[in-house]
């Protein structure tokens, strides 16, 4: 089968005075073109890093190494023809706030699909702003990113990362930023576009109940290593490792999982029917 990400022992170290730290270590990956691929894990656990790394985006006084990274069966050699496009956590930090909405797509258009006319561009910014769910897209255009919500930057920026025509997404924390309701529904995006489009995703996420509702295959690091990894039922039903067990645990404390709602994002918030009785209900 014909793998879109293979990398191979991942190593990652930083110098603080003479001591030199590794941040992460020995990290491997493969993911067939098409699947979904959470990585999850406490903070500071190395799953940025990871990725970043696959972006070539990591800061300068951090030294990588790996035996193999490729792909789509390639080895990556030209960052510029990257195949993969990054969404990360904080939508207001990646959108520049004296510019409008149709600048920023409009940029990477121009970077992307050069020498298109005007008009085949308005038509490609609409369309893009239609299939991540902004209603009303030539009025949007116009307007700046403080006059969007949370959620609606978030879609955004995937808009922005779906002009560049990837292949592979990688999402980096989405929805961290973002209340439940609106969590589930960007999530439900994500899904709905890897589906539609076809595309391989890697999203990072602290969230076990992102993971669950969204991910194939999951990979548990802790401190800089993968302590775990397997399908989503293996990682879901049949924990082993006690660290994947503990963050399971704390997960569904959190009310954010339980056994039975492995197929479903997380739950929303409490709703009263009485006076005395509040339900939980069920995003979609
Ligand atoms: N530029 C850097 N220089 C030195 N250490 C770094 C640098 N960037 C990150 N680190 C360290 O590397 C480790 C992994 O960081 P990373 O951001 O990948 O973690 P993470 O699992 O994504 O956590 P979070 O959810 O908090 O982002 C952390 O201990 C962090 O402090």
């Not at 589930?184 to 709905?192: C, D, E, M, R």
Request: aromatic share 4%.
């Amino acid at each position: 089968m014909m793998m879109s990400i293979q990398l191979e022992n991942l190593t990652l170290q930083t110098q603080r005075g003479k001591v030199i730290e590794t941040l992460v270590k020995d990290v491997s990956l493969s993911l067939p073109r098409g699947k979904i691929l959470g990585i999850v894990g406490e903070s500071g656990s190395g799953k940025s890093l990871t990725v970043k790394s696959m972006m070539g985006i990591v800061p300068k006084e951090v030294r990588v190494a790996y035996d193999r990274l490729e792909l789509e069966g390639k080895p990556l050699l030209d960052y510029d023809r990257l195949p993969m496009a990054m969404i990360f956590q904080d939508p207001m930090t990646s959108l520049n706030p004296l510019r409008k909405i149709g600048y920023h797509l409009e940029e990477i258009i121009d970077r992307f699909s050069p020498g298109l006319s005007a008009g085949e561009r308005m038509e490609k910014m609409i369309d893009m702003l239609n299939k991540v769910g902004i209603s009303n897209p030539e009025q949007r255009l116009n307007q700046y990113p403080f006059e969007f919500s949370g959620g609606m930057r978030q879609r955004i920026l995937i808009a922005m990362a779906l002009l560049a025509e990837p292949r592979i997404l990688i999402a980096d924390e989405p929805t961290t930023a973002l209340d439940v309701t609106i969590q589930a529904q960007i999530l439900a995006l994500i899904k709905g576009l890897q589906e539609s489009l076809g595309l391989t995703v890697i999203i990072v996420s602290h969230d076990f109940g992102v993971i669950a509702g969204l991910c194939d295959q999951v990979m548990v690091m802790r401190s800089g290593q993968v302590v775990e990894e397997g399908t989503v039922e293996d990682i879901f039903t049949n924990p082993l490792h006690p660290y994947t067990q503990e963050l399971l645990r704390a997960a569904r404390l959190d009310g954010k999982w339980g056994p039975q709602s492995l197929s479903v994002y997380p739950s929303g918030p409490l709703v009263a029917v009485s006076e005395t009785h509040s339900v939980r209900k069920e995003l979609e």
